[in-house]
T-cell receptor, first 113, second 115 residues
Framework: AQSVTQPDIHITVSEGASLELRCNYSYGATPYLFWYVQSPGQGLQLLLKYFSGDTLVQGIKGFEAEFKRSQSSFNLRKPSVHWSDAAEYFC???????????FGAGTRLTVKP | GAVVSQHPSRVICKSGTSVKIECRSLDFQATTMFWYRQFPKQSLMLMATSNEGSKATYEQGVEKDKFLINHASLTLSTLTVTSAHPEDSSFYICSTAREGNYGYTFGSGTRLTVV
C-alpha cells in the first residue's frame, strides 16, 4: 500500500531564508506525487505535481520540488520564503483519477519576521 | 483550472440533528468526487468516493449510514452527517479530478461544530 511520510511536523524559518520541506513515499509503482498548501480554515491548493519526465518540477508561488527515486523522496523547496507562505503543507501520493490518494501528516510552516 | 465550490463553509448544529454539505464542480462535469475529513492539526483522511448515478464507496471504518453521500448529478455531490454528535465535529473537504487534468481540485472545506 502506498504511504507518505513528512518527517517534520513544524518548521520555523526567517523571512527571506530558504526552505526545504521533506517528503518520503512508499509506492510499488511509479508514483504520482503532489504538494498542496492549506491556509487556516481553508481548502487545499495544489502547488505542483510530478508524474514523469523532468524530475525537477516547478510550481506556483516560486516553489519547486525534486523527485528522487533512489531516495523515495519528493522534497519541496523555495529559495526565499515570504511571510505569506506561512501555512500547512501536505505531500500526497496517488494515481491519476484514482481515489487511492494518500496524504502525509502535514508540515506546519511558521515564518519569522 | 477546475473550480470546486463547497457550501457551507461553517456550520454549527445541535447534537442529534443532521447537516448537509454540498460540493459543486462549477466548470466541468465530475463523475467522481471524494470526501475527506480532517481533524485539527492532522492530515486528510479519505472517507468515501462519490460516483455519479451509483452508490458511494466508503473507506474502512466509515459508517455509511451516518455519512450519507448522494451524487445525483455530474456537478453536485452532497454529504449528510446524520444524527450528528460532538465527535463528528471536524473539517470536511471535497475534491474531484477533472478528466485529463492531473491533480485533484479541492473545495474550500466545511467546518462542522456539533454542540
Amino acid at each position: 500500500a502506498q504511504s507518505v511520510t513528512q518527517p517534520d511536523i513544524h518548521i520555523t524559518v526567517s523571512e527571506g531564508a530558504s526552505l526545504e520541506l521533506r517528503c518520503n513515499y512508499s509506492y510499488g509503482a511509479t508514483p504520482y506525487l503532489f504538494w498542496y498548501v492549506q491556509s487556516p480554515g481553508q481548502g487545499l491548493q495544489l502547488l505542483l505535481k510530478y508524474f514523469s519526465g523532468d524530475t525537477l518540477v516547478q510550481g506556483i508561488k516560486g516553489f519547486e520540488a525534486e523527485f528522487k527515486r533512489s531516495q523515495s523522496s519528493f522534497n519541496l523547496r523555495k529559495p526565499s520564503v515570504h511571510w505569506s507562505d506561512a501555512a500547512e503543507y501536505f505531500c500526497a501520493v496517488g494515481q491519476y483519477n484514482n481515489n487511492d490518494m494518500r496524504f502525509g501528516a502535514g508540515t506546519r510552516l511558521t515564518v519569522k519576521p | 483550472g477546475a473550480v470546486v465550490s463547497q457550501h457551507p463553509s461553517r456550520v454549527i448544529c445541535k447534537s442529534g440533528t443532521s447537516v448537509k454539505i454540498e460540493c459543486r464542480s462549477l466548470d466541468f462535469q465530475a463523475t467522481t468526487m471524494f470526501w475527506y475529513r480532517q481533524f485539527p492539526k492532522q492530515s486528510l483522511m479519505l472517507m468515501a468516493t462519490s460516483n455519479e448515478g451509483s452508490k458511494a464507496t466508503y473507506e474502512q471504518g466509515v459508517e455509511k449510514d451516518k455519512f450519507l453521500i448522494n451524487h445525483a448529478s455530474l456537478t453536485l455531490s452532497t454529504l449528510t452527517v446524520t444524527s450528528a454528535h460532538p465527535e463528528d465535529s471536524s473539517f470536511y473537504i471535497c475534491s474531484t479530478a477533472r478528466e485529463g487534468n492531473y491533480g485533484y481540485t479541492f473545495g474550500s472545506g466545511t467546518r462542522l461544530t456539533v454542540v
